[in-house]
């Protein structure tokens, strides 16, 4: 039930000041009112000096970091921050989590709960669940916070979490390409962002009012000077300087081979693609007769129709193992959130899996030409970074 606002906002404001608090974060705003700043995040930190209130803010086009003392300055600062008209607070502290919303009315909606530990189920060693971007993130006040959403989100950062190396630091530019809404990659940077790297991130897609629509997002996340979208098709979209980690989700048929193909020629170091529908190869599949004695695979066109999504992905893992890419095929997530839950995660290595004529007995005896190995061999000079 709503409560008062001013109630409320003293609660968060005894969290903020608690010892125990671990992380704060302020963004949105109240109808009709705007924060001078677009988000604020709050965490404490250990220097040199002693213990300090870290408070992080961005007017959406830089950030601005600050480090007060406890007592009356920290006091001060957390005054000022909550005296502007933020729509939403999210405050974790060691023992409890509060999320505050603020509705049309003026109004406050909380939510309260206690810190989620890690803790042994009866009979077994498995864990409570832990998110890796906190389903309470003021991120999907912005995205949309449905369960099914929570969790497509983080079995995908989980697949990234994965593809990269733990120890992985300095800048990091990443690429994604046909990011539609961006939703999988505003959570991409939030994360990356949360271990301490460097993240530029360049969205692609190739209607211009969804560019607009990211491009505003990312304002009001106070991320535009990280997060920024560009109108175009995954083919020939401008993305300068050359990106470490290309994610390209659910784009439809050949799309994924142009991402891919982009991939391979930017010699990016990692690449995430979860395929889509898979017309390019069944169209094929339908045109000629299939090598004995495999005609039942393809008689009924149900069969047919899988059959192609697994020789289409299959023919691109190998393509990329022959153009020096280490190359697993995973399942991301669950089937009952979307059948199309194939993960192409992919490092790059250098080195060329010398099984390369397996892919090419495979392609000439079911007579079909994969649309990533035409884009790979247009290119009349070796891949290189462009």
């Not at 974060?25 to 677009?38: E, I, N, S």
């Not at 810190?115 to 009866?122: F, H, I, L, N, S």
């Not at 697949?159 to 046909?178: E, I, S």
């Not at 300068?240 to 784009?251: I, K």
């Amino acid at each position: 039930m709503p409560e008062p606002l001013d109630a409320a906002l003293t609660e968060v404001r005894d969290l903020l000041l608690d010892p125990a608090l671990t992380r704060a974060v302020a963004a949105g705003r109240r109808r009709k009112h705007r924060p001078a700043v677009v988000r604020a995040e709050l965490r404490p930190v250990t220097l040199k000096a002693g213990t300090r209130l870290q408070i992080a803010t961005s007017d959406g086009v830089r950030p601005y970091t600050r480090n007060v003392a406890p007592g009356p300055e920290a006091a001060a600062a957390v005054d000022e921050l909550l005296a502007e008209p933020f729509g939403n607070w999210h405050v974790e502290t060691a023992d409890a989590t509060l999320q505050l919303r603020v509705t049309k009315s003026g109004e406050a909606q909380v939510h309260r709960a206690a810190t989620a530990r890690p803790a042994a189920k009866p009979g077994g060693n498995d864990r409570a669940k832990e998110y890796l971007l906190d389903p309470g993130d003021p991120i999907f006040a912005e995205i949309g916070g449905s369960a099914a959403k929570r969790r497509q989100v983080d079995a995908f950062l989980r697949a990234l979490a994965a593809t990269l190396p733990d120890d992985l630091t300095g800048p990091l530019r990443v690429v994604d390409l046909g990011c539609g809404n961006a939703y999988l990659t505003f959570a991409a940077y939030r994360y990356l962002a949360s271990r301490g790297l460097d993240v530029e991130l360049v969205g692609v897609d190739v209607r211009e009012d969804q560019r607009r629509r990211n491009t505003e997002l990312a304002q009001r996340l106070g991320w535009a000077d990280k997060v920024s979208f560009v109108a175009g098709t995954i083919a020939e979209a401008v993305v300068d300087p050359s990106p470490d980690l290309v994610l390209a989700l659910h784009a439809c048929d050949t799309a994924t081979d142009e991402a891919l193909a982009r991939a391979v020629r930017w010699q990016a170091r990692w690449v995430l693609a979860a395929p889509c529908c898979h017309h390019d190869l069944a169209k094929q599949l339908r045109a000629a007769p299939a090598p004995a004695p495999y005609e039942l695979l393809t008689r009924q066109g149900i069969l047919r129709e899988r059959f192609a999504d697994v020789l289409t992905d299959a023919l691109r893992a190998g393509l990329l193992r022959a153009h020096g890419y280490r190359t697993e095929v995973v399942e991301f997530v669950d089937s009952q959130h979307t059948p199309r839950n194939l993960l192409i995660r992919a490092r790059r290595t250098g080195v060329v899996d010398p099984r390369h004529a397996d892919y090419r007995e495979l392609v000439d005896q079911w007579q079909v030409t994969p649309r990533l190995e035409a884009l790979l061999a247009a290119d009349e000079q070796p891949a290189g970074r462009s």
